[in-house]
């Protein structure tokens, strides 16, 4: 995943888009979790657009069945304190749902 996947992704995105100022990674059971911290004077809407069309591109370089990324935008106000994941046997989603 490291050598296939990520580190290509990786290098793309620090060749093609702008005002980057780190990029963290892990890989984690099959799936690769990139984030990319950009600088305080970075123009967000023009960065997704530019992450957006790299990732469009680089997928087209991966294994087939590659799923497409999936891009979550936070900022200062809107980073989450705690994700939750929950599945159960025999549980509907509705059922998981009011649980959380």
């Known amino acids: 995943m490291e050598e296939r996947i990520t580190s290509i ?6 060749s093609t888009v702008s005002d980057i100022e780190h990029i963290e990674s892990q890989s984690i059971d099959g799936r690769a979790i990139v984030k990319i911290f950009f600088q ?7 960065a997704v657009a530019q992450v957006t069309a790299i990732s469009q591109v680089v997928l087209r370089m991966m294994p087939p069945g590659l799923g497409a990324p999936f891009l979550v935008i936070y900022n200062a106000s ?6 939750l994941g ?13 649980t959380a």
């Open 9 to 14: 992704y990786e290098r793309s995105l620090t």
């Open 40 to 46: 305080p004077t970075a123009n967000v809407s023009s």
């Open 78 to 83: 809107s980073v989450p304190i705690l994700q």
């Open 86 to 98: 929950l599945s159960g046997n025999g549980v509907s989603e509705q059922q998981l749902s009011t």
